[in-house]
């Protein structure tokens, strides 16, 4: 589905992706790990369109991807939940997750998006009105999630969305994360935390300066001691 | 100094105020969503005015006729001006970007000299010279009608944006940009309608408020001066801020003249903006 | 000495500079005057980047410095018979204290860029409706000055007014290079590029805002005087009014703001331009000469949002300026 090869990105002559080649297949969980600058997130926003890269393909289904910018990636179904949330602050919950279904494909569809969204986070919908920066990070969470559902993704990508939750929200989360999978939703989740996105993961990838070090099943690696030593032991 | 004399100069600072107000919000969604200080915004105003006086002395049309034609007609010239003149600018920096405007206040103010010449100019309408009398209050009709539209325009402008998915596509810009793009939003398409829509509304405001004023080229950039001040006292993005901040200024001005003088009057809003940019930076209900 | 020449171009520009300063000698006429009012321009637009363009004050306020320049020696000519020769350093000391004030005020209060900007705006309309309304200012009317010869700072040629400006631009584009390449000048750009970072590697923040706009204040005061000597009358739509204000941020910008030949270029294309543009159509219809002004202003900034200081420097990249680029980061 996912089709990324020899990506080269960055921040203007900074240099953070030094060719990654990835895949994801439809119907996956897969999961990339790497530590705090490894270059987790200029993946993820490159993916997604935000940023341009300066080499490489990124190929979705039959759409290519790379430099094409956000909007032609959520019309063709890339969908990103951002690190740290990024939620609407000053905007409540129902007017954030409208704000996902902008895009002319899932306007239509918004209602009915808008009532599975709730049926799924009940708690979103306990809050519909509040403000969105006045609610706890793990509903945040939840809101992001369903902001970007909201835009009938059919690849949804995570930017770490353990960061910041207490472990229960986390345990929440990975659990709706878990039942959208299920559902047959294709995810790509990026983490710090390995061993959580490897347990829910059917195969993951690890990340290390900018390059693939390592990729495999989740079972595998989670026994490797490759991906430990790429972790500096904080397995 | 009697009381009714005060209460007509509150009233009619009130009046202003509302003008002011609106204004100061057209200027507020421009800086909002593309960090593009406007100093030729007053300019476009004084644009407009002249537009309809253009139009009354041609065509014999009333200004309030005018209003909806020079509404479209400035929406589009705010888009084409975004498109073709300011974005590729922004490209380099806000800080150009507001250096593009203040060559603008030059193209704008001597286009208008040009056009028509440096004498002051007026422009009656059907309402000229009438009063509402409201005991013991005297209103001249035009400013009732004009602060009435400013006032209605404010509260279409804060439903449109509030309860429109326009609004939130335009307000989702102004909070979180990278987060707006990522759900698909246009941002340049946004910021482009914003900035035609807020040269739109001095559009709609100029004919609404023209026979209350006195034209003159150097007119813009005294109004743009005190939709700047209005933006700052009440806020910057705050849309609350820049309606009550309006009426400060407007009767604070209004008063200040009554009271001291003219010049005095004129310098209250500089004084006010200085009083508030260092003691309350965030504006009096802080920025949004 | 060599110092000077280590910028763009090398001693390059410099001679360039002379000749085109020796030029309306040699061409005469009516081209002093132009030359003048350029001359003038250029000082003025180096004054304002010291504290506009290298330390990135956006100081919208120069009109408050060239009007104590204007009006301090005028006035003290006027009541004390004091020669502006002398009266012009009184008047360089009020800009000043004006100078060291407002920076001393957007130290302490912390402000922003542009909430500083806004402040300075404040401060010129407040000085300019106190200078149009005060009889002692002259108000609206102005006042003219009493008439003299050398010794007051008169001169009966064209000629002679134009080497005195031309000299003071001369001394501050050496003073500008130099600062440019001093400890000073490093100091400043890193206060324009990150505030907080310099700060926290110890630059002292406030002593150096104040040293760049109590020169920048000073530099422009002078000219001021110059000016009001000049045109032989002071009055406040010209020396306190934003116009001329929004005319050297302009001409900097278009120059390119934070070098040190930004500033010279600006003007040396611009005010030529503008005088040209006036006499070929400004009989026909007022305006005309300034509205195309301005749409080659609106184009210049368009196409080259950097200056023309940037432009050249990209076309020509060898030769890199000692600086760093804009202001903004996107």
């Not at chain 1, 990324?4 to 030094?18: E, H, N």
């Not at chain 1, 994801?24 to 935000?50: D, F, P, Q």
């Not at chain 3, 420097?313 to 760093?324: D, F, I, N, V, Y």
Request: aromatic share 8%.
């Amino acid at each position: 589905m996912l089709d990324i090869s020899g990506l080269v990105s960055g921040y203007g002559r900074i240099t953070i992706l030094r060719g990654v080649d990835l895949c994801v297949r439809e119907g996956e969980l897969v999961a990339l790990v790497g530590v705090n600058g490894s270059g987790k997130t200029t993946l993820m926003k490159t993916i997604a369109g935000l940023i341009r890269p300066t080499g490489g393909a990124i190929r979705f289904e039959a759409a290519e991807l790379d430099g094409r910018g956000c909007e032609r990636a959520v019309e063709a179904g890339v969908v990103l939940v951002p690190e740290g949330r990024m939620v609407f602050p000053r905007m409540s919950v129902w007017e954030n997750l409208m704000l996902g279904g902008v895009h002319p494909r899932a306007r239509a569809r918004r209602a009915a998006s808008l009532e599975r969204i709730f049926d799924l986070f009940p708690r979103l919908a306990e809050r519909r009105d509040q403000h969105a920066g006045s609610m706890s990070g793990g509903e945040q969470q939840m809101l992001a999630i369903g902001r970007g559902l909201m835009a009938l993704p059919r690849l949804l990508i995570l930017d770490e969305p353990s960061l910041g939750l207490s472990p229960l929200m986390v345990q929440e989360t990975y659990a709706a994360l878990r039942r959208l999978n299920g559902e047959g939703l294709t995810i790509l989740l990026a983490e710090q935390n390995v061993k959580l996105s490897l347990a829910v993961s059917s195969r993951g990838y690890v990340i290390e300066n900018g390059r693939i070090v390592l990729e495999g099943a989740s079972g595998d690696l989670v026994r490797d001691p490759a991906t430990r030593k790429a972790y500096l032991g904080r397995l | 100094m009697s009381g009714e004399v005060l209460l007509q100069a509150a009233v009619q600072g009130l009046q202003m105020g509302a003008i002011y107000a609106l204004i100061a919000l057209s200027m507020t969604l421009i800086f909002s969503v593309g960090g593009l200080l406007n100093f030729a915004h007053g300019d476009f105003l004084a644009l407009a005015m002249y537009g309809s006086f253009i139009l009354y002395a041609a065509l014999k049309v009333d200004a309030y006729v005018a209003a909806p034609f020079m509404f479209l007609l400035f929406l589009g010239l705010g888009i084409l001006l975004f498109r073709r003149l300011v974005q590729p600018v922004l490209a380099a920096g806000v800080l150009a970007g507001a250096q593009l405007t203040l060559g603008l206040v030059f193209v704008e103010q001597n286009l208008i000299l040009v056009l028509f010449g440096g004498d002051y100019h007026t422009v009656p309408t059907v309402l000229s010279n009438r009063n509402l009398v409201i005991a013991p209050l005297v209103m001249p009709w035009v400013l009732v009608v004009g602060s009435a539209a400013a006032a209605t325009l404010a509260a279409v402008l804060y439903v449109v944006l509030m309860r429109s998915d326009f609004g939130r596509q335009v307000r989702a810009v102004t909070q979180n940009r990278d987060a707006a793009a990522l759900m698909g939003i246009r941002i340049d398409r946004i910021q482009a309608l914003a900035f035609g829509l807020g040269i739109g509304l001095l559009g709609l405001t100029g004919p609404m408020i023209v026979s209350q004023f006195t034209l003159s080229p150097t007119m813009g950039l005294d109004l743009t001066l005190v939709a700047l001040i209005v933006m700052v006292i009440g806020g910057i993005g705050n849309f609350l801020g820049s309606m009550i901040g309006g009426l400060i200024i407007g009767v604070a001005e209004s008063l200040g003249s009554l009271l001291y003088g003219g010049t005095v009057g004129a310098m209250i809003p500089y004084g006010l903006l200085i009083v508030v940019l260092l003691f309350r930076p965030r504006g009096l209900l802080g920025e949004r | 000495m060599t110092a000077l020449f280590s910028g763009y171009g090398g001693p390059l520009p410099w001679i360039a500079f002379v000749v085109i300063a020796l030029a309306p000698f040699a061409l005469g006429g009516g081209s002093i005057s132009i030359a003048l009012l350029t001359m003038l321009f250029i000082y003025l637009c180096i004054a304002w980047n010291i504290v506009g363009g290298t330390a990135g004050q956006f100081c919208i306020g120069h009109s408050l410095f060239l009007a104590a320049g204007a009006y301090t020696p005028t006035l003290l000519s006027i009541h004390f018979g004091l020669s502006p020769w002398i009266g012009m350093f009184a008047g360089a000391a009020v800009a000043v204290i004006i100078g060291v004030f407002i920076a001393w005020l957007s130290f302490r209060y912390a402000l922003p860029p542009l909430s500083f900007a806004l402040v300075t705006i404040a401060f010129a309309m407040l000085g300019y409706l106190a200078l149009s309304s005060i009889d002692f200012f002259g108000a609206s009317r102005g006042l003219t000055l009493p008439r003299g010869g050398p010794a007051s700072y008169q001169f009966r040629s064209d000629g002679t007014y134009y080497v005195v400006i031309a000299v003071h631009a001369l001394a501050a584009l050496v003073l500008s290079a130099w600062l440019y390449g001093s400890k000073i000048g490093l100091y400043l750009r890193a206060l324009r590029d990150n505030e907080r970072a310099a700060h926290a590697i110890g630059v002292p923040v406030l002593k150096y805002k104040m040293m760049a706009m109590a020169i920048s204040a000073g530099l422009t005061a002078l000219g001021g005087t110059f000016y009001a000597q000049y045109l032989q009358f002071v009055e406040p739509h010209t020396f306190a009014g934003i116009t001329i204000v929004i005319e050297i941020i302009l001409f900097t910008v278009v120059g390119g703001t934070g070098t040190v030949w930004g500033p010279v270029l600006g003007p040396l294309v611009l005010v030529p331009a503008g005088e040209w543009l006036r006499h070929t159509f400004g009989d026909a219809l007022p305006g005309v000469h300034l509205l195309i002004y301005g749409l080659l202003l609106v184009t210049v900034i368009r196409i080259a949002p950097d200056g023309l200081v940037g432009a050249l420097s990209r076309r020509w990249p060898k030769a890199e300026l000692p600086r760093t680029t804009s202001t903004e980061s996107a």
